[in-house]
């Protein structure tokens, strides 16, 4: 049972970044329905979940549970960087941000975390972009996308998993024009499950990085406590108190103390992290989001959406990660879709950030693994 002292520190974790000019938005005239999409293009996803088996010379790195060690540790990545371009999608009437790099190979959509913003992949998107194409969103309501009112829905829920879902889906459709692996911090790792449940097409792998475990989640409280919860829900909805709240969290001090709770090595929070992260978090709208999230105590759990999955699925984590702990994380390797586990030595709840040098090698070798079984197969099959 979280207590409510608890409970608001949980409210508080928050993984932000990246910098954006000031747009005026465009309002849509009127809450736009969600549920499954309708893609206009139709993609064979073959099911193929082979087994991860790399190793290196040295003995340091990533431990996985299939090979203890897996990949190389250096103390900085050599590689070359490509240009980031930032854009705007239009999507159902909402102006969505979105970075992307790359002319060549599989696409890759990078999905990011609760409060956080595509600026999150900074130390990604260059590298991966050497060998693929890379798009990095904001989902709605967070960076530099639109935030519509969650009140102007009345009664339905907008900020929920399948809107988020859909989005993605439909960007893969309109924008990425083509299918997708998914690579995903935290919450957007249940996003990335719930999309690959839904348009199981789209998604072709999903590498998931210290997936949020949802503890608040109603399902996951005692019966007696979920009255408590619900009052602490209106309290900081519909009164001052989540205002003030917020206003408390959304300062440069506690940006940077949140951040340094998250990040085992708190030499990578540095004043320009903390800008990036604190900047969209500071645009009209950013506080009825926040409250409304953090109000969410429903939807779906990663438990739930992986036994649905049809595509592989590798499960990395930070092992200092305070949050979500790696002792928790360690039961999603009972699902089949999850191809392996790896674990991060000595870091945080934001590996992508704060451990590039090893996150970068993972995606790597889980697309060209993919990617190259996928051919194969379809190649049997012509």
């Given at each position: 049972?979280?207590?409510?002292?608890?409970?608001?520190?949980?409210?508080?974790?928050?993984?932000?970044?990246?910098?954006?000019?000031?747009?005026?938005?465009?309002?849509?005239?009127?809450?736009?329905?969600?549920?499954?999409?309708?893609?206009?293009?139709?993609?064979?996803?073959?099911?193929?979940?082979?087994?991860?088996?790399?190793?290196?010379?040295?003995?340091?790195?990533?431990?996985?549970?299939?090979?203890?060690?897996?990949?190389?540790?250096?103390?900085?990545?050599?590689?070359?960087?490509?240009?980031?371009?930032?854009?705007?999608?239009?999507?159902?009437?909402?102006?969505?941000?979105?970075?992307?790099?790359?002319?060549?190979?599989?696409?890759?959509?990078?999905?990011?975390?609760?409060?956080?913003?595509?600026?999150?992949?900074?130390?990604?998107?260059?590298?991966?972009?050497?060998?693929?194409?890379?798009?990095?969103?904001?989902?709605?309501?967070?960076?530099?996308?639109?935030?519509?009112?969650?009140?102007?829905?009345?009664?339905?829920?907008?900020?929920?998993?399948?809107?988020?879902?859909?989005?993605?889906?439909?960007?893969?459709?309109?924008?990425?024009?083509?299918?997708?692996?998914?690579?995903?911090?935290?919450?957007?790792?249940?996003?990335?499950?719930?999309?690959?449940?839904?348009?199981?097409?789209?998604?072709?792998?999903?590498?998931?990085?210290?997936?949020?475990?949802?503890?608040?989640?109603?399902?996951?409280?005692?019966w007696y406590v979920r009255p408590l919860i619900r009052s602490l829900q209106s309290l900081l909805r519909n009164t001052a108190l989540g205002k003030f709240f917020y206003r408390s969290v959304a300062t440069p001090e506690s940006v940077k103390s949140i951040l340094c709770q998250c990040y085992h090595d708190t030499s990578q929070v540095t004043d320009d992290l903390v800008e990036t992260i604190l900047l969209p978090g500071l645009e009209p709208g950013a506080v009825d989001v926040f409250l409304e999230f953090v109000c969410y105590s429903g939807g779906p759990l990663p438990e739930e959406l992986l036994p649905q999955v049809k595509c592989p699925v590798l499960v990395a984590w930070g092992d200092k990660d305070?949050?979500?702990?790696?002792?928790?994380?360690?039961?999603?390797?009972?699902?089949?879709?999850?191809?392996?586990?790896?674990?991060?030595?000595?870091?945080?709840?934001?590996?992508?950030?704060?451990?590039?040098?090893?996150?970068?090698?993972?995606?790597?070798?889980?697309?060209?693994?993919?990617?190259?079984?996928?051919?194969?197969?379809?190649?049997?099959?012509?």
């Open positions: 049972m979280a207590s409510t002292s608890s409970s608001m520190f949980a409210l508080s974790k928050v993984e932000f970044p990246a910098v954006y000019p000031h747009r005026t938005r465009k309002k849509p005239s009127r809450p736009i329905p969600f549920g499954p999409s309708n893609p206009s293009t139709n993609f064979l996803l073959p099911r193929i979940i082979p087994r991860l088996s790399l190793s290196n010379s040295d003995g340091y790195g990533i431990r996985s549970r299939l090979d203890a060690n897996v990949v190389e540790d250096p103390t900085k990545d050599k590689s070359p960087s490509l240009e980031v371009k930032t854009r705007v999608w239009s999507w159902r009437g909402y102006s969505i941000r979105y970075q992307y790099s790359g002319n060549s190979g599989p696409a890759l959509v990078l999905v990011h975390g609760f409060g956080a913003n595509s600026g999150h992949w900074r130390k990604n998107i260059p590298v991966l972009a050497c060998s693929h194409r890379v798009f990095s969103i904001d989902l709605i309501g967070y960076g530099y996308s639109d935030k519509p009112n969650p009140r102007d829905f009345g009664v339905n829920s907008f900020y929920t998993f399948e809107t988020w879902a859909t989005q993605l889906n439909e960007f893969c459709v309109d924008v990425v024009k083509d299918k997708a692996f998914f690579i995903c911090n935290s919450i957007g790792g249940v996003v990335g499950l719930q999309a690959a449940v839904m348009e199981p097409e789209i998604c072709r792998g999903i590498v998931i990085l210290n997936i949020s475990l949802r503890m608040l989640h109603i399902k996951k409280q005692p305070p949050w979500e702990p790696i002792e928790l994380g360690r039961a999603y390797e009972k699902f089949d879709s999850v191809e392996d586990f790896i674990v991060l030595p000595n870091v945080g709840h934001c590996p992508q950030d704060e451990a590039p040098h090893l996150v970068n090698p993972l995606v790597e070798s889980f697309v060209a693994r993919h990617v190259t079984s996928q051919a194969s197969l379809s190649a049997e099959v012509m």
